[in-house]
T-cell receptor
Framework: AQSVTQLGSHVSVSEGALVLLRCNYS??????LFWYVQYPNQGLQLLLK??????LVKGINGFEAEFKKSETSFHLTKPSAHMSDAAEYFC???????????FGSGTRLSIRP | EAGVTQFPSHSVIEKGQTVTLRCDPI?????LYWYRRVMGKEIKFLLH????????ESGMPNNRFLAERTGGTYSTLKVQPAELEDSGVYFC???????????????FGPGTRLTVT
């Protein structure tokens, strides 16, 4: 079955430290890949998406993700965490245009002062 | 441009009651999706409308759930009768044109938090 695995349901980093949120997908065909963020009391917001144009994808708020086909991974990174990055992050895949999105279980990111 | 809106933002009902959730997509978006997140688990797909037609309803959990999109604009999701396991956050999303690069991004609403007691 098609699935998305996010390692770590909760990640805590210090302000200014590197943020690394891990995501692996199961598929024989490179899909569309996404990272969404949900801030407290808000809806899901698209951070970035991979659509086969480039393996390193830059998103909003200084986040980026690298698609590695050999590792079936799409890890999310940010060089320097900010307090405002505290939120829940979801890795997701889609296998064709306009089809359903399959989400990972989410990683809650906490930032320590 | 207004985003996807959902009503109500929060609903608390008793087991056995009926609840209707509403989603207003972004104007002009033909595709409308329903998802839900139950008890901190992953967000799961429920169904997909293209205009007023159900394109994919493979995620609907059982026949207590009924989704409609009359006229191809807003959509409703009715749960009747509600059970405890239906508690969770129900998200709606919409997208524009099928198969057009860069225009099929799904925009999500803020969700409706449903609590069944």
């Amino acid at each position: 079955a098609q699935s998305v695995t996010q390692l770590g349901s909760h990640v805590s980093v210090s302000e200014g430290a590197l943020v690394l949120l891990r995501c692996n997908y199961s598929s024989s065909v490179p899909p569309y890949l996404f990272w969404y963020v949900q801030y407290p009391n808000q809806g899901l917001q698209l951070l970035l998406k991979y659509t086969s144009a480039a393996t390193l994808v830059k998103g909003i708020n200084g986040f980026e993700a690298e698609f590695k086909k050999s590792e079936t991974s799409f890890h999310l990174t940010k060089p320097s965490a900010h307090m405002s990055d505290a939120a829940e992050y979801f890795c997701a895949v889609r296998y064709s245009s306009a089809s359903k999105i399959i989400f990972g279980s989410g990683t809650r990111l906490s930032i320590r002062p | 441009e207004a985003g996807v809106t959902q009503f109500p933002s929060h609903s608390v009902i008793e087991k056995g009651q009926t609840v209707t959730l509403r989603c207003d997509p972004i104007s002009g978006h033909d595709n409308l999706y329903w998802y839900r997140r139950v008890m901190g688990k992953e967000i799961k797909f429920l169904l997909h409308f293209v205009k007023e037609s159900k394109q994919d309803e493979s995620g609907m959990p059982n026949n207590r759930f009924l989704a409609e999109r009359t006229g191809g604009t807003y959509s409703t999701l009715k749960v009747q009768p509600a059970e405890l396991e239906d508690s969770g956050v129900y998200f709606c999303a919409s997208s524009q044109v099928v198969g057009t690069s860069g225009r099929d991004e799904q925009y999500f609403g803020p969700g409706t938090r449903l609590t069944v007691t």
